[in-house]
């Protein structure tokens, strides 16, 4: 029986309130999501502000692309 390996390597991008697409790293999983614990387990930062596919109330993206075209959250 093998183990899948984590050989897909994801960025990880987030839109902020002003519009202002932000790399936070990459990190390599099975899936976007596994990449994000990842990079959790790796960034001090990242972790402290990561919530269930979420930096800081924003959504998270897997490239700048996707990021650009989201729209920029709702203003507080």
């Known amino acids: ?3 899948p390996s984590r050989a897909t390597r ?3 991008w987030s839109r902020d ?3 202002e697409v932000e790399k936070h790293g990459a990190a390599f999983g099975l899936t976007f999501e596994d990449a994000c614990k990842h990079l959790a387990s790796e960034s001090i930062d990242f972790w402290t502000h990561f919530d269930k596919g979420r930096y800081r109330g ?4 897997h490239d700048r692309e996707q ?3 989201a729209s920029p959250p ?3």
């Open 17 to 19: 309130d002003n519009g």
């Open 1 to 3: 029986m093998a183990t």
């Open 67 to 69: 990021a650009l075209a």
């Open 74 to 76: 709702a203003s507080k």
């Open 58 to 61: 924003r959504p998270l993206f």
């Open 10 to 12: 994801y960025e990880v």
